[in-house]
């Protein structure tokens, strides 16, 4: 390891302009304080409340390094409990995810309920006078906030607002949401990707200068059969990603989100894609629907986007192409990444099954799309490892950045504007004190 890392912890020293220092993907000490620092201290994103929507619907999650519940108690409220018997701090749920009133420890059989709270001691009689149940309950997320259905934790009791740290993004959120005539989405917590690969947490998402080389194979193979209702990914990658004149652009917000906005690349699209519907009968009762909700313009260019916001929330939420994408840190060079193909309420089962399709046909475990990324980021992290030249550069198209009027720092489809803005965010939150 570099003397810059072994003689201090000055990480605002790791994080440039231009460039990072390879540390940050590597160093066992720095991802015990990216714990700390990053995923102890800002919003997470824990679930999507459809996941669990009756009385004791129940799944659990990992948030840094806390296992938590995520339940629905009997007032209809969404719980955070931490997975943590308070008598010798077993786990007191192994079971990914169900429906259960109470929650028995399996060590000792201390019983809780769905607001956490203590409802059951074993031999309760050897216990004090003033032994108190109600002193015991589980420990719970410092705050939780939502927006649209997306419910995100922080583990710190104190700090900004879920609506600030959101920031211009939510606009984003609402492209996936409002491509359901409704407004509601259904994620279902049985109905998941799940990719383990041996790489940095970093690496996930948010790259518009890889397609080109990563997946060109397979998007010239949808290119060819791709509809242009069933799925954005076919259609998105085709144009230069290098020509100033790109449609698309890449844009960083604060607080470390990014986007890879197609909104402009895809707009055109809106009166083929509403043709293409137009030949199914529940296909016209969706474009019926949209229009009665949202009205013509706004429903066609949300047909146009197929619900796509391709927007990554630091530090592990990504809204992309059909899904929701759940970055979770295992080590410094592991990272389980959970991917949960999104349904529309309110429209036919064959527009569900095309987008499940298309979601399967990129990024199922049998299709080309995620295993390429997989594979790219595992060889990334052995030669991040070979740290004689230790910095890596994130510089592209930094001399034509520009601030839009959404207040997003914007330009080219390939330039790393996504990478500065989350990188700024790691420094921030890593020197906070
Ligand atoms: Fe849970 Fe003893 S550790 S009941």
């Known amino acids: 390891m570099t003397t810059l890392i072994a003689s201090s912890r000055d990480y605002g020293a790791l994080v440039q302009e231009d460039r990072v220092h390879s540390a940050i993907f590597t160093d066992e000490q720095i991802f015990q304080d990216e714990m700390e620092r990053i995923f102890h201290r800002t919003w997470l994103f824990a679930l999507h409340e459809s996941e669990i929507p009756n009385f004791g619907d129940f799944k659990r999650i990992q948030l840094g390094r806390y296992p938590i519940i995520a339940t629905r108690n009997e007032k209809g409220e969404v719980q955070l409990l931490i997975n943590r018997c308070r008598h010798r701090g077993a786990q007191v749920c192994e079971a990914a995810r169900g429906n259960a009133k109470r929650f028995q420890c399996w060590y000792h059989g201390w019983t809780y309920d769905t607001t956490g709270d203590l409802v059951g001691v074993t031999g309760p009689e050897a216990y004090d006078e003033d032994f108190k149940p109600e002193q015991y309950s589980l420990a719970k997320v410092a705050r939780i906030g939502s927006y649209r259905g997306f419910v995100f934790a922080s583990l710190a009791e104190h700090g900004m607002s879920l609506d600030e740290y959101l920031g211009p993004t939510k606009q984003y959120f609402d492209i996936m949401v409002d491509s359901s005539p409704t407004g509601e989405l259904e994620v279902k917590p049985g109905v998941v990707n ?123 939420l990504q809204l992309i192409h059909d899904h929701v994408r759940v970055v979770i840190p295992i080590s410094p060079g592991e990272t389980e990444v959970l991917m949960y193909p999104v349904f529309l309420k ?76 989350q990188m700024q965010e790691w420094k921030r939150l890593m020197t906070a004190r």
Request: glycine share 10%; charged share 25%; proline share 5%.
């Open 346 to 421: 309110g429209v036919g089962q064959s527009i569900n099954e095309k987008r499940l399709r298309a979601h399967e046909a990129f990024y199922g475990p049998a299709a080309a799309g995620s295993p390429d990324d997989a594979e790219i980021f595992e060889r990334t992290q052995r030669g991040l490892l070979a740290d004689a030249e230790p910095w890596i550069l994130l510089g592209r198209g930094i001399r034509r950045e520009q601030v839009d009027e959404d207040s997003s720092v914007a330009g080219c489809i390939s330039d790393e504007i996504t990478q500065r803005a």
């Open 194 to 316: 799940k990719t383990m690969y041996r790489g940095n947490w970093k690496q996930v998402g948010m790259d518009g200068y890889h397609p080109h080389y990563v997946h060109m194979s397979v998007f010239k193979i949808f290119s060819k059969r791709e509809s242009t209702t069933g799925s954005a990914v076919g259609a998105i990658h085709l144009e230069d990603p290098f020509a100033d004149a790109s449609k698309s652009r890449t844009r960083g917000f604060p607080h470390g989100h990014a986007c890879l906005d197609f909104r402009e690349q895809r707009r055109p699209h809106g009166v083929a894609a509403i043709e293409e519907l137009n030949h199914t009968d529940e296909g016209r009762k969706y474009v019926e629907d949209m229009v009665a909700a949202y009205g013509q313009e706004r429903a066609q260019e949300l047909i146009a986007w197929h619900g796509d916001p391709h927007l990554g929330i630091f530090p592990n």
